[in-house]
Protein backbone atom coordinates (compact mmCIF):
# COMPACT_ATOMS: atom_id res chain seq x y z
CA UNK A 1 0.00 0.00 0.00
CA UNK A 2 3.09 2.39 0.96
CA UNK A 3 4.43 1.70 -2.56
CA UNK A 4 1.21 2.45 -4.28
CA UNK A 5 0.92 5.92 -2.50
CA UNK A 6 4.34 6.67 -3.28
CA UNK A 7 4.14 5.53 -7.08
CA UNK A 8 0.67 7.80 -7.06
CA UNK A 9 2.04 11.14 -5.43
CA UNK A 10 5.32 10.87 -8.08
CA UNK A 11 2.47 10.12 -10.81
CA UNK A 12 1.05 13.10 -9.74
CA UNK A 13 4.02 15.01 -9.57
CA UNK A 14 4.95 14.13 -13.08
CA UNK A 15 1.59 15.17 -14.05
CA UNK A 16 1.68 18.46 -12.52
CA UNK A 17 5.51 19.45 -14.21
CA UNK A 18 4.16 18.08 -17.43
CA UNK A 19 1.42 20.72 -17.51
CA UNK A 20 3.66 23.15 -15.88
CA UNK A 21 5.46 23.18 -18.69
CA UNK A 22 3.26 23.27 -21.15
CA UNK A 23 1.57 26.29 -19.66
CA UNK A 24 5.17 28.08 -19.07
CA UNK A 25 5.76 27.27 -23.13
CA UNK A 26 2.19 28.27 -24.22
CA UNK A 27 2.82 31.64 -21.97
CA UNK A 28 6.27 32.22 -24.21
CA UNK A 29 4.75 31.91 -27.12
CA UNK A 30 1.61 34.43 -26.71
CA UNK A 31 4.32 36.84 -24.88
CA UNK A 32 6.93 36.11 -27.88
CA UNK A 33 5.22 38.90 -30.93
CA UNK A 34 4.83 41.65 -27.71
CA UNK A 35 8.71 40.77 -27.03
CA UNK A 36 9.68 40.95 -30.47
CA UNK A 37 7.97 44.14 -31.73
CA UNK A 38 9.53 45.55 -28.14
CA UNK A 39 13.16 44.73 -29.29
CA UNK A 40 12.46 45.68 -32.95
CA UNK A 41 10.71 48.96 -32.08
CA UNK A 42 11.82 49.78 -28.95
CA UNK A 43 14.98 47.94 -27.19
CA UNK A 44 17.16 48.33 -30.69
CA UNK A 45 16.53 51.91 -31.53
CA UNK A 46 17.17 52.68 -27.80
CA UNK A 47 20.76 50.81 -28.08
CA UNK A 48 21.60 52.33 -31.50
CA UNK A 49 20.78 55.71 -30.78
CA UNK A 50 23.27 55.07 -27.90
CA UNK A 51 25.43 54.00 -30.13
CA UNK A 52 25.25 57.23 -32.51
CA UNK A 53 25.22 59.59 -29.63
CA UNK A 54 28.77 58.97 -29.47
CA UNK A 55 29.61 59.57 -33.29
CA UNK A 56 29.53 62.88 -35.41
CA UNK A 57 26.86 61.09 -37.69
CA UNK A 58 24.81 62.83 -40.19
CA UNK A 59 22.50 61.69 -43.09
CA UNK A 60 25.23 62.91 -46.23
CA UNK A 61 28.28 60.39 -44.53
CA UNK A 62 29.23 57.23 -42.04
CA UNK A 63 29.72 57.73 -38.32
CA UNK A 64 32.75 59.16 -36.79
CA UNK A 65 33.54 58.27 -33.38
CA UNK A 66 33.99 61.33 -31.16
CA UNK A 67 33.87 60.06 -27.72
CA UNK A 68 31.93 62.40 -25.59
CA UNK A 69 32.13 65.55 -27.33
CA UNK A 70 28.39 65.24 -28.11
CA UNK A 71 27.39 65.02 -24.41
CA UNK A 72 30.15 67.67 -23.84
CA UNK A 73 28.86 70.05 -26.38
CA UNK A 74 25.54 69.68 -25.26
CA UNK A 75 25.90 69.64 -21.76
CA UNK A 76 28.11 73.41 -22.16
CA UNK A 77 25.32 74.43 -24.06
CA UNK A 78 23.64 77.50 -22.52
CA UNK A 79 20.59 77.00 -24.43
CA UNK A 80 20.28 73.76 -23.48
CA UNK A 81 20.38 73.95 -20.35
CA UNK A 82 18.25 77.01 -20.55
CA UNK A 83 15.59 75.10 -22.11
CA UNK A 84 15.67 72.27 -19.04
CA UNK A 85 14.85 75.28 -16.78
CA UNK A 86 12.01 76.59 -18.96
CA UNK A 87 10.56 72.80 -18.90
CA UNK A 88 10.83 72.68 -15.25
CA UNK A 89 8.90 76.35 -15.22
CA UNK A 90 6.52 75.45 -17.60
CA UNK A 91 5.44 72.10 -15.09
CA UNK A 92 4.85 74.36 -12.55
CA UNK A 93 3.03 76.43 -14.68
CA UNK A 94 0.52 73.54 -15.79
CA UNK A 95 1.07 70.72 -12.99
CA UNK A 96 0.05 71.96 -9.94
CA UNK A 97 -3.09 73.98 -11.06
CA UNK A 98 -4.01 70.80 -13.43
CA UNK A 99 -4.38 69.01 -9.94
CA UNK A 100 -6.10 71.39 -7.98
CA UNK A 101 -8.37 72.04 -10.45
CA UNK A 102 -8.94 68.28 -11.58
CA UNK A 103 -9.47 67.95 -7.74
CA UNK A 104 -12.29 70.35 -7.22
CA UNK A 105 -13.87 69.17 -10.03
CA UNK A 106 -13.91 65.70 -8.81
CA UNK A 107 -15.04 67.07 -5.67
CA UNK A 108 -17.71 68.48 -7.39
CA UNK A 109 -18.83 65.55 -9.56
CA UNK A 110 -19.12 62.94 -6.63
CA UNK A 111 -21.45 65.03 -4.56
CA UNK A 112 -24.32 65.90 -7.50
CA UNK A 113 -26.71 63.26 -8.74
CA UNK A 114 -26.11 60.65 -11.61
CA UNK A 115 -26.75 62.02 -14.69
CA UNK A 116 -25.60 65.57 -14.08
CA UNK A 117 -22.26 64.30 -12.89
CA UNK A 118 -22.13 62.31 -16.44
CA UNK A 119 -22.93 65.25 -17.96
CA UNK A 120 -20.33 67.35 -16.28
CA UNK A 121 -17.82 64.06 -16.92
CA UNK A 122 -18.63 64.27 -20.49
CA UNK A 123 -18.42 67.66 -21.01
CA UNK A 124 -14.98 67.88 -19.43
CA UNK A 125 -13.42 64.85 -20.90
CA UNK A 126 -13.87 66.79 -24.16
CA UNK A 127 -10.80 68.35 -24.93
CA UNK A 128 -8.90 65.69 -24.20
CA UNK A 129 -9.77 64.13 -27.92
CA UNK A 130 -9.24 67.45 -29.32
CA UNK A 131 -5.86 67.56 -31.03
CA UNK A 132 -3.19 69.53 -29.46
CA UNK A 133 -2.45 71.58 -33.25
CA UNK A 134 -6.27 72.35 -33.10
CA UNK A 135 -6.12 73.41 -30.04
CA UNK A 136 -2.91 75.76 -30.61
CA UNK A 137 -4.84 77.20 -33.08
CA UNK A 138 -8.29 78.44 -31.46
CA UNK A 139 -5.70 79.42 -28.59
CA UNK A 140 -3.93 81.83 -31.08
CA UNK A 141 -7.08 83.32 -32.19
CA UNK A 142 -8.21 84.20 -28.54
CA UNK A 143 -5.08 85.64 -28.13
CA UNK A 144 -4.59 87.63 -30.76
CA UNK A 145 -3.48 90.99 -30.25
CA UNK A 146 -5.71 92.21 -32.85
CA UNK A 147 -9.53 90.99 -32.68
CA UNK A 148 -8.59 88.24 -30.10
CA UNK A 149 -11.33 87.47 -28.16
CA UNK A 150 -9.60 87.80 -24.78
CA UNK A 151 -8.19 91.52 -25.49
CA UNK A 152 -11.56 92.26 -26.51
CA UNK A 153 -12.70 91.12 -23.04
CA UNK A 154 -10.30 93.24 -21.60
CA UNK A 155 -11.31 96.41 -23.75
CA UNK A 156 -14.82 95.94 -22.32
CA UNK A 157 -13.42 96.76 -18.71
CA UNK A 158 -11.05 99.76 -20.24
CA UNK A 159 -7.70 97.74 -20.35
CA UNK A 160 -4.98 98.05 -23.02
CA UNK A 161 -4.97 94.87 -25.01
CA UNK A 162 -1.51 92.73 -24.61
CA UNK A 163 0.29 90.78 -26.72
CA UNK A 164 -0.11 87.37 -24.98
CA UNK A 165 1.86 85.33 -27.19
CA UNK A 166 4.33 88.01 -28.86
CA UNK A 167 5.52 89.13 -25.36
CA UNK A 168 8.21 86.83 -23.66
CA UNK A 169 6.79 87.88 -20.34
CA UNK A 170 3.23 86.36 -21.27
CA UNK A 171 4.15 83.87 -23.84
CA UNK A 172 5.14 80.56 -21.57
CA UNK A 173 2.16 81.45 -19.50
CA UNK A 174 -0.46 81.63 -22.51
CA UNK A 175 1.18 78.19 -23.83
CA UNK A 176 0.88 76.95 -20.40
CA UNK A 177 -3.19 77.73 -20.12
CA UNK A 178 -4.03 75.54 -23.29
CA UNK A 179 -1.70 72.47 -21.84
CA UNK A 180 -4.09 72.72 -18.59
CA UNK A 181 -7.00 72.68 -20.43
CA UNK A 182 -5.89 69.80 -22.64
CA UNK A 183 -5.06 67.66 -19.40
CA UNK A 184 -8.28 68.11 -17.18
CA UNK A 185 -10.49 65.60 -18.58
CA UNK A 186 -8.47 62.91 -17.93
CA UNK A 187 -6.97 63.90 -14.43
CA UNK A 188 -10.11 64.63 -13.83
CA UNK A 189 -11.81 61.18 -14.56
CA UNK A 190 -8.86 59.41 -12.75
CA UNK A 191 -10.18 61.61 -9.89
CA UNK A 192 -13.69 60.76 -9.64
CA UNK A 193 -12.91 57.02 -10.03
CA UNK A 194 -10.40 57.46 -7.02
CA UNK A 195 -13.13 58.98 -5.24
CA UNK A 196 -15.93 56.60 -5.91
CA UNK A 197 -13.49 54.02 -4.72
CA UNK A 198 -13.36 55.51 -1.41
CA UNK A 199 -15.71 53.65 1.53
CA UNK A 200 -18.35 55.66 2.12
CA UNK A 201 -18.07 54.22 5.82
CA UNK A 202 -15.42 56.47 6.40
CA UNK A 203 -17.32 59.47 5.67
CA UNK A 204 -20.25 58.94 7.76
CA UNK A 205 -17.75 58.24 10.75
CA UNK A 206 -16.20 61.54 10.53
CA UNK A 207 -20.17 62.72 10.07
CA UNK A 208 -21.15 61.14 13.63
CA UNK A 209 -18.36 62.82 14.79
CA UNK A 210 -19.12 66.47 13.42
CA UNK A 211 -16.72 66.40 10.79
CA UNK A 212 -16.82 69.23 7.97
CA UNK A 213 -15.96 68.94 4.23
CA UNK A 214 -12.75 70.62 5.19
CA UNK A 215 -11.89 67.78 7.55
CA UNK A 216 -13.16 65.10 5.08
CA UNK A 217 -10.75 66.32 2.46
CA UNK A 218 -7.48 66.69 4.66
CA UNK A 219 -8.16 63.84 6.63
CA UNK A 220 -9.57 61.02 4.33
CA UNK A 221 -9.86 61.70 1.02
CA UNK A 222 -6.47 63.07 0.62
CA UNK A 223 -4.58 60.28 2.36
CA UNK A 224 -7.13 57.91 0.40
CA UNK A 225 -5.55 58.83 -2.89
CA UNK A 226 -2.17 59.72 -2.18
CA UNK A 227 -1.18 56.75 -4.81
CA UNK A 228 -3.38 58.45 -7.49
CA UNK A 229 -1.59 61.66 -7.22
CA UNK A 230 1.63 60.17 -7.11
CA UNK A 231 0.98 58.72 -10.58
CA UNK A 232 -0.64 62.10 -12.15
CA UNK A 233 2.39 64.05 -10.46
CA UNK A 234 4.85 61.79 -12.38
CA UNK A 235 2.59 61.10 -15.88
CA UNK A 236 2.03 65.35 -15.33
CA UNK A 237 5.79 66.39 -15.02
CA UNK A 238 6.69 63.72 -18.02
CA UNK A 239 4.05 64.59 -19.91
CA UNK A 240 4.61 69.24 -19.62
CA UNK A 241 8.71 68.88 -20.05
CA UNK A 242 8.18 67.28 -23.34
CA UNK A 243 5.37 69.59 -24.29
CA UNK A 244 6.02 69.81 -28.44
CA UNK A 245 2.86 70.78 -30.33
CA UNK A 246 1.69 73.98 -28.18
CA UNK A 247 5.07 76.01 -28.26
CA UNK A 248 5.89 75.05 -31.82
CA UNK A 249 2.68 75.85 -33.21
CA UNK A 250 1.35 78.32 -30.86
CA UNK A 251 5.00 81.06 -30.87
CA UNK A 252 7.55 78.77 -32.96
CA UNK A 253 9.42 78.70 -29.52
CA UNK A 254 9.47 82.62 -29.89
CA UNK A 255 9.58 85.22 -29.24
CA UNK A 256 13.63 85.26 -27.71
CA UNK A 257 13.19 81.60 -27.29
CA UNK A 258 10.99 82.31 -24.08
CA UNK A 259 9.07 79.11 -25.13
CA UNK A 260 11.13 76.72 -26.42
CA UNK A 261 10.96 73.83 -24.46
CA UNK A 262 13.10 70.74 -24.48
CA UNK A 263 11.55 68.83 -27.05
CA UNK A 264 11.40 71.88 -29.63
CA UNK A 265 15.13 72.36 -29.10
CA UNK A 266 16.04 69.20 -29.35
CA UNK A 267 13.82 69.40 -33.05
CA UNK A 268 14.89 72.51 -34.21
CA UNK A 269 18.61 71.05 -33.86
CA UNK A 270 17.24 68.25 -35.55
CA UNK A 271 16.15 70.02 -38.66
CA UNK A 272 18.63 72.22 -38.98
CA UNK A 273 22.27 70.80 -38.10
CA UNK A 274 24.01 68.78 -39.72
CA UNK A 275 25.14 66.91 -36.80
CA UNK A 276 22.77 64.56 -35.83
CA UNK A 277 24.39 62.59 -33.17
CA UNK A 278 24.33 66.39 -31.15
CA UNK A 279 20.64 65.86 -30.90
CA UNK A 280 20.60 62.18 -30.09
CA UNK A 281 22.83 63.18 -27.19
CA UNK A 282 20.41 66.06 -25.89
CA UNK A 283 17.74 63.38 -26.34
CA UNK A 284 19.37 61.15 -23.93
CA UNK A 285 20.26 63.74 -21.26
CA UNK A 286 16.72 64.79 -21.11
CA UNK A 287 15.69 60.79 -20.91
CA UNK A 288 18.26 60.88 -17.59
CA UNK A 289 16.50 64.03 -16.65
CA UNK A 290 12.83 62.32 -16.70
CA UNK A 291 13.71 59.36 -15.14
CA UNK A 292 15.87 60.92 -12.54
CA UNK A 293 13.24 63.44 -11.39
CA UNK A 294 10.89 60.79 -11.08
CA UNK A 295 13.36 58.27 -9.24
CA UNK A 296 13.32 61.17 -6.65
CA UNK A 297 10.02 61.84 -6.35
CA UNK A 298 9.08 58.11 -5.87
CA UNK A 299 12.06 57.89 -2.98
CA UNK A 300 10.67 61.36 -1.50
CA UNK A 301 7.54 61.05 -1.47
CA UNK A 302 5.96 58.02 0.51
CA UNK A 303 4.00 55.59 -2.37
CA UNK A 304 2.69 52.00 -0.44
CA UNK A 305 -0.10 50.43 -0.92
CA UNK A 306 -3.18 51.40 1.36
CA UNK A 307 -4.59 48.61 2.72
CA UNK A 308 -8.59 48.48 3.42
Not at 96 to 111: D, E, I
Not at 241 to 250: A, G, R
Not at 261 to 290: K, M, Q, W
Amino acid sequence: MATEAIDDRRTVKRRHATYRSRDTKLAYLMLAPVVILLGVFVAWPAVYAGFLSFQDWSFYKDPQFVGGKNYADVLTDPLFVATIGRGFLFVLLTVPPMLVLAFLFASLVVTLSRRLATILKVSIYIPTIISGVIASIIFVVIYAYDGGILNAVLAAFHIDPVSWIGDPAWALLSVAVPAVWLGMGLTSLIMVAAMVDIPTEYYEAAAMEGAGWWQKTFYITMPQMKNVFLYLLITGFVAAIQQFELPLVMTQGGPLDSTTLPNLFIFNHFRNDVNVGYSIAAALLLFVVLGSVSALVFKFINSERLVD
